[in-house]
Every structure is written in C-alpha cells, then in structure tokens.
C-alpha cells in the first residue's frame, strides 16, 4: 500500500494548523512522524485517518484518490488515536466484537482474534468483560491496538501509541512493528518522544509549525550535524531553546513557598 | 438513503444501546434500570388515564359517552399528554440522539459512511422514543379500544390502530421538530450570545411542551362545549396536527394542517437536522475535558478554600449542560403549573386582581424553583473527579456549606433578584417592587439555608449512590420545608407589602430565620464530617 500526501493543508480559524505538507510512505516504511506538541501531527493523523477533511491538498492511496473511494482505503489502514473516546459502559469484548463486525469480520473470527491478541498484549481473560469505563490508560491502549489490528490492515497509523502501555508491551509492540513492516506493511507512527521515534523508526518526518522541516533517514539526521547526537539536531531543527535556562527557571518557581 | 447492509443493523444496535446508557449521569449499566423504571411508569400512567375516562363515563353511567365526539376529545386528551411526556422525554435526550464526537470518532476510522452513522443514530432515537410512546400509549390504546367497542359505530381494530399510528406519528413529528432545532442551534452556541440564544430556544420548546399539558384542561372545556363543531379549537391545538388521527369535521383548516405540518416536520429535519451535521460539526466533546478544573487552578487566591469552592460552583454549572438541563426543566415546570394557568385566568378575565397576584407569586415561584433545582444539581455527580482537589484543601476549607450558601447567594438569589426588581419596577413601581423583592431574596436564601442543612458532601463530586438512604430521607424533608415554605410565604405575600409596620414584620421574620438558619449551619458545619467520593 502507497500512500502519497500532496500539499496537504488545514486551516482553524484561518490560521494554517497544516501547511503545505507532502510525502510518501511505501511498503516497509516505519515513518516517525515527529514534531513538539501543537506542530501539527495529530491533525495530520486525522486526515490521514478520514477524520478530519483537509483545507487543501490530496491524499492519494495506490495513485487514487482516497476522497474517491474512502471505504476501501480505511478498510485498508489500522488506526491508533492518541485519545480514546470508547464506550465506558460497553465491556473491552463488547467494543473489539463491535468494531470487528464494522470491519466485515464474523463474530466468531472476531471473538477468536480479539481473545488471542488479548493474550498476547497481557491483557488478561477477565478483563476482556470488564467495562471500559474501568479500564487504565495502558489497559484501553491495549484495545486499542487490537480494534487496528484484527483486520489484517496493511498499513498503521499510531498516534502516540505507546502512551500508559507497561515496559513488557512496549518492547513487544516494538519488535511487532518491525516484522510488520518487514513483512511488507507499513506504519506511520506519530510521537513528540524523540527517543521512541529514533529507536523504532527507519525514516522521520519532522514538523515544526505546520510544515515539514525534515524528512530523512535516521541515519541521515544523526550526521546533519556531525557529532551531534539527534536530540540536539531536533532541538536545532523544531526550536531553539535554553534546556538548561528553563529547567533553572522552573526549579526557581518549584521551591517557592 | 442508502445503508450498508452489513454495518447498519450493527450500529443501529449499539447506538439503541447507547439511548438507554445514559453515561453522563455515571450511572453506567445501571442506566438501563432506570430507563426500565421510567417506561414502567409510563405504562401505568397510560392505564391510569384510561381508566380515569372509564370510570367517568362508563362506570358512572353517562350516556354522552356514546357518541364519536365525545370519544373523540377523550382521545385529544390521550395524545396531549402523550405530547408532552414525548416531548420532555426527547427534549431531555436530543444530545445523545444526534451524533456525538465519539460516534464519529470511533467510526469515521472504519470503512463505514458518514450516512450510514447518521441514520443508525436517527434510526435508534426514533426506536427509542417509540418504545418509550409506545408503553405509556399501548395499555391505553387497547383498554381505550375495548371498552368503547360495544357501540355499534366503533371499530375496535380500526380504534386500535388509529390510536397507535396516531400516537407513533406525533412522537415521530416532535423528534424531527427537536432534531431539526438541534443542528441550527449547536452551531448558533459558537457565535458570541449564541448559547444564551440556544438556551432559551430549548427552554421554549421544553415550556412548550409542559404547556400542553397545563393548558389541555381549557382547550377541553372549550371542546366539550363546543358541542358539534369542535374543530375550530383543534385547528389551533398543536398536538392534533402531528397525531393525524380522523378529527371531527369542521374546520376547513384542520385537514390541510394534518398533511401539511407533518410535512414540514419531517421535511425540514431531512433538510436542516441531517445536513446541519456533517462531520466537521460536530460539537468538540474534548474542549469540556481539556477545560476541567482550569477553573480552580487558574484562580491561585482561590486555593484559601472557600472561594475555591464558590468558583468552583460557578464553573460547574457554567460548563455542565446536563445541570443547566435540570434547572431549565424545574424551573420550566414551576412555571408552566404555577403561572400559566394563572396568567390564563389573568388573560380570560381581565380582572386586575388576577394580574397582581400574578405578579406576586412570580419571584415566589422562581424563587423557590431556582434554589431547589440548585439544591438538587449540588448532588449530582458531574465532577466526581475534584474530588481529590478538594481534599487536598480539606483542612484549611472546613466544610463546604458557608461556602455552598454563599455560592447559592452570590450565583442565583442576588441575579434573579435584581432581575425581577427589574422586571416588577414598571407594572409595580419601584418601591413596592423593591420591597417585594427584598422580601423574597432574604426567604430565597432561608429557604437555600434550610436545604442545605447537613448536606455532608462535596458538591457536584459525589455519586448520588453513595448514601440513598440519606437520599431519600432527604426527598421527605425537602418536601415538608418546600411545602411549609409555600405556603407561609403565599400567606406572607397577601398581606399589603405597602403597609409601614406591616412590612416590617412580614420582611423581619424570614431575616431573622435566615440568621438563625445561618448560624446553625455554621455550628453544625463544624460538628459533621464532611464526605468524600472516597469516602462514601
């Protein structure tokens, strides 16, 4: 799956929140997509995501457009959203049966899959028929990621994926994404953890803004600057500021009685 | 409109679901009992009426009853009652009909249409209203139908069946008028003075509805009198329109009315109810989440407690729709029972004395209704999660109720009260309004003071569920001081406010009680612990 976004841009209150963004993910690509908070990045993952309609620009999946034929492309795609609006009162099974029956799956392919993914993320039997409502921030991440899952997409989109998900997970969930990968998927992951990013990711999108300021291989951002590690090529890159002067500053406010 | 086979019955499911899940009120699950209840009630409701009318004509022998007309306005009776419980009822739940931010959330991501998201959710509202019509108007319907089938003209089958359609058509009708508001006003609550404007668009619609029940008993004297041509009232009566149901002849106005309204209903929900919510529109639940408690953390002089809580009682109510629903329907309800049958009297007789005392009882009733609808939000649990803020600040805040009546006293007795001295100054002038109004501001907060002695909670924090036991001792006791309120006050009220010493006496007793009740509250605030969501 290929997916191409051209001059992609959306505007809230006439102000350009997206500016003009372009690329393209191919098979086996594991994007970061990365960028300090208000950049820009989860706006993108919601018109990637058909949640959102752009203010300009395309989105084309294979060479189509998606806006041509938006049921196949999200059949396609598994989505991971930063926030979780889930059902408090539906059970973690009630709400993977649902979505799985939405995606086209049988229940009894749906109850099969949910339960075994449900093992494998350690998210435990008894859990499964709890409501959501009691759920942690790592257990709903945890549906979550199986709802992305259980239709076989060929491509993720993972928006702060790994938020609240236990040590154990994450190091699963990272290997998984890898073989995904390498088995010809494809994975936009979109974080403002640079240490995430740079420890998954082949490739990385930086936003700043609204607009890209690089797009590059890990590899290839590392030796921008030569003996630079990649935090300090982010902080060059996003904005520059004093680490050390804030940090000072609000020690100064923290022991203030 | 088109669905997709697969996914629509699968929505449908879950969205009906989601109808009788009312999460907003934390109850969760437990939702569903209550809706279960309110149907439950309904159908009694439904048999009650019935069998009121049959009582009246059957059981007593009258004759009259045997005639289309007669059995023709006992049915305007069934579908104006049936109005208004429809109409409160979807009034009161037109936010979870229509689609929400999560719903299109949660499937916007899937390989599902956005029109196939509307309609299951439209779908499920109008399953959930008919079901809910249904149970108050079935066991009517069929006792109705057989009871009044051994006359000959009647025909029970076509009886039944009139009644129900008629009974589905109007619930139908005035959730596409609802519906059809909702989307227009959701967008007119983002300009500036849009939501005041949207606020007072549902409380006229919700009024509305209450006034259909208040105003019926003259609209039925006037048809009872009408004798055979009672169709020049049903032509006015709005109801009837959407009922469809074969009405007495007439009125040249009433058949075209019955296709044309409708109509419009319908038509004017396709055009501006769906097409007002495309995705885009949807209304951000996110922004409330992201606002909470920046109210209190905002404001660091606050954190003395006390104000905190004041602030914290303003923001709550400020920002939770649901409590806004609450004191919109008491105070809606106090109207429509309290006033309009007086102001109608006022309007068919003219007489002076009608509109004084019209006059008097409005701050007596707003009064009243504000501070109990008050009372009743503090108990709900919108913000259980401050609860922690609160007691963090536990030991320099005391306990909430100084800062309750305070808060009570500074957000709704001091407004409303300048308000209504503002609207009672030029039929009353402005000393005998001033006076009024003076009067019913000290009893408004004695009668907050009193209701909130040993209210042991932190406001807006709890669940409801924790003490019911307390709850319901509470429902006793609210109603013996509303009562006893009531009617000292409407006592208080005759005499001539304008009289010197007189004045002094009617104003000096209920300050005197609010001192009193003051003071108890404060000897008392130090003696009771006060609770916590953890706690209970």
């Known amino acids: 799956m290929r997916i191409a976004v051209e001059n992609l841009t959306r505007q809230f209150n006439r102000v350009n929140v997206v500016d003009g963004v372009s690329f393209r993910i191919e098979p086996g690509d594991l994007v970061g997509y990365l960028g300090p908070n208000g950049a820009g990045k989860s706006t993108t993952v919601r018109m990637l995501t058909g949640l959102l309609d752009p203010s300009g620009g395309e989105i084309l999946c294979d060479g189509g457009l998606v806006e041509d034929n938006p049921l196949d492309y999200r059949a396609r795609v598994g989505y991971v959203p930063e926030d979780s609006h889930l059902?408090?009162?539906?059970?973690?099974?009630?709400?993977?049966?649902?979505?799985?029956?939405?995606?086209?799956l049988s229940t009894r392919r749906v109850m099969a899959k949910l339960h075994h993914l449900a093992e494998l993320l350690r998210l435990k039997e008894v859990d499964l028929y709890l409501p959501l409502g009691n759920y942690s921030k790592g257990m709903k991440q945890k549906v979550l990621i199986i709802a992305a899952l259980m239709h076989g997409p060929e491509m993720l989109i993972l928006d702060e994926p790994f938020s609240g998900l236990d040590v154990t997970v994450s190091s699963i969930m990272r290997t998984f994404l890898n073989r995904f990968c390498a088995a010809g998927g494809s994975v936009l992951f979109s974080s403002h953890i640079l240490e995430v990013v740079e420890r998954l990711c082949n490739r990385v999108i930086i936003l700043h803004k609204g607009k890209i300021v690089a797009d590059t291989t890990m590899t290839d951002l590392k030796s921008m600057r030569r003996d630079h590690v990649v935090e300090e090529v982010f902080n060059q890159l996003v904005e520059q500021v004093d680490v050390n002067g804030i940090a000072k500053e609000i020690l100064i406010y923290a022991k203030d009685r | 409109m088109k669905f997709r086979t697969d996914t629509f019955p699968v929505l449908l499911r879950h969205f009906l679901r989601d109808a009788f899940m009312n999460e907003e009120d934390g109850l969760g699950r437990r939702g569903i009992g209550s809706v279960t209840l309110v149907i439950a009630g309904l159908m009694i409701l439904g048999t009650l009426l019935t069998m009121d009318v049959l009582v009246k004509y059957l059981l007593l022998g009258q004759a009259q009853f045997a005639t289309p007309f007669q059995i023709q306005v006992e049915k305007l009776r069934f579908f104006s009652l049936q109005a208004t419980i429809s109409?409160?009822?979807?009034?009161?739940?037109?936010?979870?009909?229509?689609?929400?931010?999560?719903?299109?959330?949660?499937?916007?991501?899937?390989?599902?249409?956005?029109?196939?998201?509307?309609?299951?959710?439209?779908?499920?509202?109008?399953?959930?209203?008919?079901?809910?019509?249904?149970?108050?108007?079935?066991?009517?319907?069929?006792?109705?139908?057989?009871?009044?089938?051994?006359?000959?003209w009647v025909n029970p089958l076509r009886m039944l069946l009139t009644?129900?359609?008629?009974?589905?058509?109007?619930?139908?009708?005035?959730?596409?008028?609802?519906m059809m508001l909702q989307g227009?006003?959701?967008?007119?609550?983002?300009?500036?003075?849009?939501?005041?404007?949207?606020?007072?668009?549902?409380?006229?619609?919700?009024?509305?509805?209450?006034g259909v029940f208040?105003?019926?008993?003259?609209?039925?004297?006037?048809?009872?009198?009408?004798?055979?041509?009672?169709?020049?009232?049903?032509?006015?009566?709005?109801?009837?329109?959407?009922?469809?149901?074969?009405?007495?002849?007439?009125?040249?106005?009433?058949?075209?009315?019955?296709?044309?309204?409708?109509?419009?209903?319908?038509?004017?929900?396709?055009?501006?109810?769906?097409?007002?919510?495309?995705?885009?529109?949807?209304?951000?639940?996110?922004?409330?989440?992201?606002?909470?408690?920046?109210?209190?953390?905002?404001?660091?002089?606050?954190?003395s407690g006390f104000l905190a809580l004041v602030i914290f009682f303003r923001l709550t109510l400020k920002r939770s729709r649901r409590l806004k629903a609450i004191i919109l329907f008491i105070t809606a309800a106090t109207l429509s029972l309290a006033l309009i049958p007086m102001?109608?009297?006022?309007?068919?007789?003219?007489?002076?004395?009608?509109?004084?005392?019209?006059?008097?009882?409005?701050?007596?009733?707003?009064?009243?209704?504000?501070?109990?609808?008050?009372?009743?939000?503090?108990?709900?649990?919108?913000e259980p999660e401050s609860s922690w803020v609160f007691r963090l600040l536990r030991t320099s805040a005391g306990h909430p109720r100084p800062a309750l009546l305070t808060?009570?006293?500074?957000?709704?007795?001091?407004?409303?009260?300048?308000?209504?001295?503002?609207?009672?100054?030029?039929?009353?002038?402005?000393?005998?309004?001033?006076k009024l109004v003076?009067?019913?501001?000290?009893?408004?907060?004695?009668?907050?003071?009193?209701?909130?002695?040993?209210?042991?909670?932190?406001?807006?924090?709890i669940r409801g569920l924790a003490d019911e036991e307390g709850v319901k001792l509470d429902a006793v006791r609210w109603l013996l001081v509303i009562v006893f309120y009531y009617w000292i006050m409407r006592a208080l009220g005759k005499v001539d406010l304008g009289g010197g010493t007189a004045w002094i006496l009617v104003g000096a007793a209920p300050i005197c009680a609010v001192i009193i009740l003051v003071v108890i509250l404060f000897i008392r605030g130090r003696k009771k612990v006060l609770l916590f969501e953890v706690d209970a």
């Not at chain 2, 019209?358 to 501070?371: E, F, G, K, Q």
Request: proline share 7%; net charge positive; charged share 10%.
């Open chain 2, 163 to 178: 009644l129900i359609i008629g009974s589905t058509l109007q619930t139908l009708g005035i959730l596409c008028i609802v």
């Open chain 2, 407 to 434: 808060a009570f006293v500074l957000n709704l007795v001091v407004p409303l009260n300048t308000v209504l001295f503002g609207l009672l100054a030029f039929p009353l002038g402005p000393v005998a309004a001033g």
């Open chain 2, 87 to 152: 109409g409160i009822i979807i009034c009161a739940g037109v936010r979870t009909f229509m689609p929400r931010l999560r719903d299109f959330e949660l499937v916007r991501s899937l390989p599902v249409r956005g029109r196939t998201l509307v309609g299951a959710k439209v779908s499920a509202a109008a399953t959930f209203v008919l079901l809910v019509s249904t149970a108050y108007s079935l066991p009517a319907a069929v006792t109705f139908t057989l009871f009044t089938s051994d006359t000959a």
């Open chain 2, 214 to 303: 208040c105003w019926f008993p003259g609209v039925y004297e006037k048809l009872l009198t009408a004798g055979s041509d009672p169709g020049i009232h049903l032509s006015w009566w709005p109801p009837a329109w959407l009922a469809g149901f074969p009405l007495p002849a007439g009125s040249p106005l009433l058949p075209a009315l019955l296709v044309v309204f409708p109509a419009v209903a319908y038509g004017l929900f396709l055009l501006i109810g769906l097409t007002s919510f495309q995705k885009n529109g949807i209304p951000s639940e996110r922004s409330v989440h992201v606002r909470k408690h920046r109210g209190i953390i905002s404001h660091p002089v606050a954190w």
């Open chain 1, 87 to 104: 059902y408090s009162y539906l059970t973690g099974e009630e709400y993977l049966l649902m979505v799985g029956r939405l995606r086209g």
């Open chain 2, 343 to 382: 102001a109608a009297r006022w309007l068919d007789s003219g007489e002076a004395a009608q509109f004084s005392d019209l006059l008097t009882l409005l701050p007596l009733m707003l009064n009243i209704s504000l501070v109990c609808a008050l009372r009743f939000c503090v108990i709900q649990a919108v």
């Open chain 2, 438 to 461: 003076i009067f019913h501001a000290a009893t408004g907060m004695a009668l907050a003071a009193a209701l909130l002695i040993n209210f042991p909670w932190m406001p807006f924090s």
């Open chain 2, 184 to 210: 227009p006003l959701t967008f007119a609550e983002r300009i500036p003075g849009g939501k005041v404007f949207a606020g007072l668009v549902r409380g006229g619609v919700l009024l509305f509805f209450i």
